[in-house]
């Protein structure tokens, strides 16, 4: 199965995960501080950074992009409920 | 009672709620509340800023015939959309079909989920878009989580009136209105600050930085009376609430605060090595507390100015004590949600607290970055040991110098504390029923 590294930054943790893992199914357990809201993409708590990596992502969803235009974010925010981890190397942070 | 100029061409057109004694379930007040809206006339346009909660709609529009007809109306404004003045908008809209809704662009999806119509139309605002009533301007300010993600000030910047929503409000309610003629409502300032801005400080201080600079002659906030006389007093004052009152002498430093409680001394060695540990690590400034030697409210200030919190708790009856809940279910009137969490403590046989209390970290948006620590009844030198490690790697964590940590999914889920809680020292059996 593909694989593929993301690393927290505020922790200093480094997981590998299968390709397509969402953040959201990493970030709580391993303790880094992204938080969560509705856990569904509606209200744009879990907004993260991607540090570096952003290629390695899956595409916004039409929800995501809704959503993060909505709440004014960056072209490196994302939402960690949505956003899939598809390879390779990607750092994030909260915010 | 009438509209009452607040500045020429200004009016208050709000209703006065004095039998209220519950506010949005966390909030008491002794004599109630007002909702405040107000009426600007410009020379080619009226305004209405804000409205009132649906049930006292009556004396919201009762008043606003007093000042302006429902066509002159060309402009809505919203602070803040919460159903306490929001509750006469569609009315409002409906009365006044000439008139253009302006919110915050934060507040979009609050309206539709409010109103439950997508058919009403707004403009969404930023800090420095403006709408002209003529020879009056309103400028908008976004102060967001003033004390929801949407709130926003209105400057009327010919007379500098601030219209400022929440912020600088309270739940008081005396008809004489004015800051220099209610009775005395200091209290009553304050609680609302330390109930409903308190957990927002940062985004205090940020709207300080626009709102200060403005000098208002006028703060007119939508609860509460219309801060008239000495106003810049008002924004002074929170920026003291919004500052730690005494200077922290580590102030370079992390501080962890250690809290813990103990039936018969086990947990409470646990806690003493979790300190020794930690303050091994230069940079760190720890902290001990005994749950029973205190009352929840100081603790709350202390943790509001902490970088990370370590709770210690048997587990008594597959559960974490009482005084750990008390204190762990008062925090959400500060920010936590950047700091550090921690759990560990002794047990008997099954030890369900020290995975609980660190879930309900979780669940309070602090990072949990090193598994608890339990130990079956009396710890042993061992044991101790291990306490003092756990110290030392969160004060690692805390000054940023833990050890970076590569691992795989399938440790991770192992190591999950929903299905396997916390790390038990030793070789400890976990579940003996």
């Known amino acids: ?95 | 009672m009438k509209a009452v100029e607040v500045a020429p061409g200004v009016h208050w057109i709000g209703a006065l709620d004095p039998g209220m004694r519950d506010f949005d379930i966390i909030l008491k007040t002794a004599n109630g509340t007002t909702y405040n809206a107000y009426c600007v006339r410009g020379s080619s346009g009226v305004a209405v800023i804000d409205t009132v909660k649906e049930s006292h709609a009556g004396e919201f529009f009762r008043r606003l015939e007093q000042v302006a007809g429902y066509d002159e109306i060309t402009t809505i404004v919203l602070n803040h959309l919460e159903p306490d003045h929001t509750g006469a908008l569609p009315e409002l809209m409906r009365r006044a079909p000439n008139a253009r809704l302006f919110i915050s662009f934060k507040a979009q999806t609050m309206l539709k989920g409010l109103l439950k119509s997508e058919a009403l139309a707004y403009t969404p605002v930023d800090t420095g878009d403006s709408v002209s009533l003529g020879d009056r301007t309103l400028r908008f300010l976004h102060t967001p989580f003033l004390h929801w993600p949407d709130t926003q000030c209105t400057w009327l910047e010919e007379d500098r009136i601030l219209f400022s929503g929440d912020v600088f409000g309270c739940h008081f309610c005396d008809a004489r209105l004015f800051n220099d003629r209610v009775g005395d409502f200091r209290f009553s300032f304050e609680y609302y600050y330390r109930h409903i801005m308190r957990p927002f400080r940062e985004h205090v201080l940020a709207a300080l930085d626009l709102i200060e600079p403005l000098a208002p002659a006028l703060i007119a906030p939508a609860h509460g009376p219309v801060l008239r006389d000495a106003p810049s007093a008002y924004p002074r004052r929170y920026r003291q609430l919004a500052s730690p009152q005494l200077a922290n002498e580590a102030e370079r430093d992390k501080t962890l605060l250690i809290f813990y409680i103990s039936a018969y001394g086990n947990t409470a060695r646990m806690a003493e090595a979790v300190r020794d540990g930690a303050e091994s690590v230069d940079g760190v400034r720890v902290s001990l507390f005994d749950l029973q030697g205190g009352e929840v409210t100081p603790f709350v200030d202390l943790v509001e100015e902490a970088d990370g919190l370590a709770f210690g708790s048997p587990t008594i009856n597959g559960d974490a004590v009482k005084p750990i809940w008390d204190l762990l279910s008062s925090l959400a009137v500060i920010k936590v949600g950047d700091k550090l969490g921690a759990s560990f403590g002794s047990y008997g046989w099954s030890g369900e607290a020290v995975a609980m209390i660190e879930d309900r970290l979780r669940g309070l948006k602090l990072r949990v970055p090193v598994s608890g620590i339990k130990v079956k009844l009396i710890p042993t030198d061992a044991e101790l040991a291990l306490c003092r490690d756990y110290g030392r790697e969160l004060a690692l964590h805390l000054t940023g110098r833990a050890a970076r940590k590569v691992i795989s999914m399938e440790e991770l889920l192992s190591a999950a504390p929903a299905t396997n809680p916390a790390i038990t020292a030793k070789a400890v059996p976990t579940a003996t029923p």
Not at chain 1, 67 to 73: D, G, H, P, S, T
Request: charged letters at 25%; a negative charge.
């Open chain 1, 1 to 95: 199965m593909p694989k593929a590294n993301v690393t927290f930054e505020d922790i200093g943790v480094t997981v590998t995960v299968p390709a397509g893992t969402r953040l959201i199914e990493i970030s709580e357990k391993v303790g880094a501080g992204i938080t969560y809201g509705c856990r569904e993409g509606e209200c744009g708590t879990c907004m993260m950074k991607i540090v570096s990596g952003m290629e390695n992502m899956s595409e916004r969803s039409v929800l995501e992009d809704q959503v993060l235009k909505e709440i004014m974010a960056g072209r490196q925010n994302r939402l960690a409920c949505q956003a899939q981890v598809l390879g390779g190397e990607v750092v994030v942070r909260p915010g």
